[in-house]
């Protein structure tokens, strides 16, 4: 269920403390430690998936989007990129999925 050696899976469990803009059965909501917008949030599962080619639970998979749904409508953000990054090519340097909510600012297209 959760990895030892996983930071997300410490912060989803409580084990490091931090603030959580949203919360719900399956899933958790917080800012990104080294934000690229205005507002970067990062929601993931409460279980741990290395990436969205491990996750294989359709209760996880709604969730998750209900809760980027939950936690832009909670603070107010009605524009907003989100991502994914699956795999090291891509981008994906923590493997514990997780969604990237971006918002503040005008994004680019496409990304770098
Ligand atoms: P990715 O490169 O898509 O795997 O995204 C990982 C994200 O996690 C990066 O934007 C990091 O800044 C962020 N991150 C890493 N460790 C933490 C942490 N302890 N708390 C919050 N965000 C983190
Ligand atoms: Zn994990």
């Known amino acids: 269920m959760l990895d030892d050696n996983c930071i997300f899976c410490k912060i989803s469990n409580k084990e490091i403390p931090s603030k959580l803009l949203y919360e719900d059965e399956f899933t958790v909501a917080f800012n990104d430690l ?13 279980k741990h998936f290395a990436s969205l080619n491990e996750l294989d639970d359709e209760k996880y998979m709604s969730a998750l989007l209900n809760a980027v749904k939950e936690v832009t409508k909670k603070l107010g953000i009605k ?20 969604i990237h909510i971006l918002a503040g600012r005008p994004l680019l297209w496409p990304p770098g």
Not at 81 to 88: A, D, L
């Open 34 to 46: 080294n934000p690229q917008a205005p507002n970067h949030i990062l929601v993931i599962p409460k």
């Open 79 to 98: 524009e907003y990129r989100t991502v994914i990054n699956t795999g090291e090519t891509a981008g994906q340097t923590v493997f514990h999925i997780h």
